[in-house]
């Protein structure tokens, strides 16, 4: 099953630069964010870092018979 990639745009408009050492609003920002808010974005990002293939990007599937023996 491949899940799919959610509808993401940027909007350049609220994008603000600050310094590592500034305390900003992202963490309460994210904390607002239901759960599966939090994840769709962090999987939005790892596509856009990674990029998406869905026929190739997938884990390979293995699979291993075993012999039972019966006493």
Do not use: H
């Amino acid at each position: 099953m491949v899940c799919p990639r959610p509808q993401f745009q940027l909007d350049k408009s609220i994008v603000s630069l600050c310094s590592l050492g500034e305390d900003g609003d992202t963490k309460a920002y994210w904390l607002s964010k239901t759960p599966l808010e939090r994840l769709e974005s962090l999987e939005f990002l790892r596509q856009t870092l990674y990029g998406y293939d869905p026929v190739n990007d997938r884990v390979q599937r293995v699979l291993t018979v075993v012999d039972l023996e019966r006493s």
